[in-house]
C-alpha cells in the first residue's frame, strides 16, 4: 500500500514538472493538429510552418489531420488536450465562422485556447475542371445560370474556407448551384481535376500547382490586385465582383491553460519561422502573405478572432 501510494506521488510530481519545466521543453514530439483533410490548403500551411518551427525548437513537430464538421472535431480535440505544449491547433477562419454554424460545439473558440500567433494570409481562386466551357468569371457565371442550379460546385462542408467563398460567390451573383461537399478540399480538387465536379472556390496554396500544370482553369483571385504568382489570372475587383474579396487567416493555438514559459517559447519560435526568407518566399509562391510582425502577437490573433467572430456572425446568421 505505502509503495503504490509513493509511486501514486512520484507520478504525479512527475505530471507536474512535465507541464512545468519549459527550460526542458520540447523534450517530446510536438503535434500540430489541422482539423482538415489532409492535402488540402490548411494542411499545407501547417506542413511547411512545422519544419520551419521544428529547427527554431530543436523538435520534431508532426501534423496530425483530423477532419469533419467544419473543422470542429479537431479543434475540440485540442480543446480537451493536456495543455503542456505538445498538441497545438493550426486553423482559419473556421474558428470564427464554427460559433455560428457549429452552436452546439463541444468548446468556445475563444475560452479553451490560448492564442499564439497569426501566420499567413492567403487569398481564394475559383477554378473550373479543364473541360469546362467558360475561359472567365462572366462566361462562368453565364454558364450557371443557363443550368439552373445543376452546375456543381465542390466544397470542404459547412463554415470551411471553400464553403465560404462558395456561398459569396452565388449570393453575389444571384445564383444556384448543386452543393457537393466533401471531406476536405484534397478529396475535392481530385473529383474536380477527374472532372466530376464543375468548379470550386479554394486557397491559392492548394489551387497554384493544379492551374500552373493545366489541370484546372482559374477565373478569379479572391485579392484586390492581380497575386504575382498567377500574373494571368485576373483579381476580384477586375473581373467585376469587389464583393468577392477574400483572404483567409490562419493562426495557431494552445490548450487553455498551458505555461506562459512554453507559450513564449512557441510565440519566439514562430516569429523566427515566419521572419526566414526561405519560408516568405515559400508561402509567396503558393499566393500566401505571410502577416506582419506586429499583427504575430497573441494578443493580435485574440482580437482578430473576436473580429471575426462578428464579422461572419452577421453574414451567417440569416441563413440558420
Given at each position: 500500500?505505502k509503495?503504490?501510494l509513493?509511486?501514486?506521488?512520484?507520478?504525479?510530481?512527475?505530471?507536474?514538472?512535465?507541464?512545468?519545466?519549459?527550460?526542458?521543453?520540447p523534450?517530446?514530439?510536438?503535434?500540430?493538429?489541422?482539423?482538415?483533410?489532409?492535402?488540402?490548403?490548411?494542411?499545407?500551411?501547417a506542413?511547411?510552418?512545422?519544419?520551419?518551427m521544428?529547427?527554431?525548437?530543436?523538435?520534431?513537430?508532426?501534423?496530425?489531420n483530423?477532419?469533419?464538421?467544419?473543422g470542429?472535431?479537431g479543434?475540440?480535440?485540442?480543446?480537451?488536450?493536456?495543455?503542456?505544449?505538445?498538441?497545438?491547433l493550426?486553423?482559419?477562419?473556421?474558428m470564427?465562422?464554427?460559433?455560428?454554424?457549429?452552436?452546439?460545439a463541444?468548446?468556445?473558440?475563444?475560452?479553451?485556447?490560448?492564442?499564439?500567433?497569426?501566420?499567413?494570409?492567403?487569398?481564394?481562386?475559383?477554378?473550373?475542371?479543364?473541360?469546362?466551357?467558360?475561359?472567365?468569371?462572366?462566361?462562368?457565371?453565364?454558364f450557371?445560370?443557363?443550368?439552373e442550379?445543376?452546375?456543381?460546385?465542390?466544397?470542404?462542408?459547412?463554415?470551411?474556407?471553400?464553403?465560404l467563398?462558395?456561398?459569396?460567390?452565388?449570393?453575389?451573383?444571384?445564383?444556384?448551384?448543386?452543393?457537393?461537399?466533401?471531406?476536405?478540399?484534397?478529396?475535392?480538387?481530385?473529383?474536380?481535376?477527374g472532372?466530376?465536379?464543375d468548379?470550386?472556390?479554394?486557397?491559392?496554396?492548394?489551387?497554384?500547382?493544379?492551374?500552373?500544370?493545366?489541370?484546372?482553369?482559374?477565373?478569379?483571385?479572391?485579392?484586390?490586385?492581380?497575386?504575382?504568382?498567377?500574373?494571368?489570372v485576373?483579381?476580384?475587383?477586375?473581373?467585376g465582383?469587389?464583393?468577392?474579396?477574400?483572404?483567409?487567416?490562419?493562426?495557431?493555438?494552445?490548450?487553455?491553460?498551458?505555461?506562459?514559459?512554453i507559450r513564449?517559447?512557441?510565440?519566439?519560435?514562430?516569429a523566427?519561422?515566419?521572419?526566414?526568407p526561405?519560408?516568405?518566399?515559400?508561402?509567396?509562391e503558393?499566393?500566401?502573405?505571410?502577416?506582419?510582425?506586429?499583427?504575430?502577437?497573441?494578443?493580435?490573433?485574440?482580437?482578430?478572432?473576436?473580429?471575426?467572430?462578428?464579422?461572419?456572425r452577421?453574414?451567417?446568421?440569416?441563413?440558420?
Amino acid at each position: 500500500m505505502k509503495r503504490s501510494l509513493a509511486a501514486a506521488i512520484i507520478a504525479m510530481v512527475s505530471g507536474s514538472c512535465a507541464i512545468a519545466a519549459p527550460d526542458t521543453y520540447p523534450s517530446q514530439p510536438i503535434t500540430f493538429l489541422v482539423p482538415y483533410a489532409a492535402g488540402g490548403p490548411t494542411d499545407t500551411v501547417a506542413r511547411l510552418l512545422a519544419e520551419a518551427m521544428g529547427r527554431r525548437l530543436g523538435g520534431r513537430i508532426i501534423v496530425e489531420n483530423v477532419a469533419g464538421a467544419g473543422g470542429t472535431l479537431g479543434s475540440g480535440r485540442v480543446a480537451k488536450a493536456e495543455p503542456n505544449g505538445y498538441t497545438l491547433l493550426l486553423n482559419h477562419i473556421g474558428m470564427a465562422t464554427s460559433v455560428t454554424l457549429y452552436p452546439g460545439a463541444s468548446y468556445d473558440p475563444v475560452a479553451a485556447f490560448e492564442p499564439i500567433g497569426l501566420i499567413v494570409d492567403v487569398p481564394m481562386t475559383m477554378v473550373g475542371r479543364a473541360s469546362l466551357e467558360p475561359n472567365s468569371l462572366a462566361e462562368l457565371v453565364s454558364f450557371v445560370r443557363r443550368g439552373e442550379g445543376r452546375a456543381t460546385y465542390a466544397h470542404a462542408g459547412p463554415g470551411t474556407a471553400s464553403h465560404l467563398c462558395g456561398t459569396m460567390f452565388l449570393a453575389a451573383t444571384r445564383m444556384t448551384a448543386t452543393a457537393v461537399p466533401y471531406r476536405g478540399t484534397g478529396p475535392a480538387m481530385s473529383d474536380l481535376v477527374g472532372g466530376q465536379v464543375d468548379f470550386m472556390c479554394d486557397q491559392t496554396t492548394n489551387t497554384t500547382t493544379f492551374i500552373r500544370s493545366g489541370h484546372v482553369k482559374a477565373y478569379v483571385t479572391t485579392r484586390a490586385a492581380r497575386i504575382p504568382t498567377l500574373p494571368e489570372v485576373p483579381s476580384a475587383p477586375e473581373a467585376g465582383f469587389a464583393t468577392l474579396e477574400l483572404s483567409i487567416w490562419h493562426g495557431l493555438y494552445a490548450p487553455k491553460g498551458t505555461p506562459p514559459e512554453i507559450r513564449q517559447k512557441l510565440e519566439a519560435a514562430l516569429a523566427a519561422a515566419l521572419d526566414d526568407p526561405a519560408l516568405t518566399a515559400r508561402f509567396g509562391e503558393l499566393g500566401g502573405i505571410v502577416v506582419a510582425q506586429a499583427e504575430r502577437r497573441p494578443a493580435a490573433l485574440r482580437a482578430k478572432l473576436a473580429a471575426e467572430i462578428e464579422r461572419w456572425r452577421g453574414v451567417l446568421s440569416p441563413a440558420q
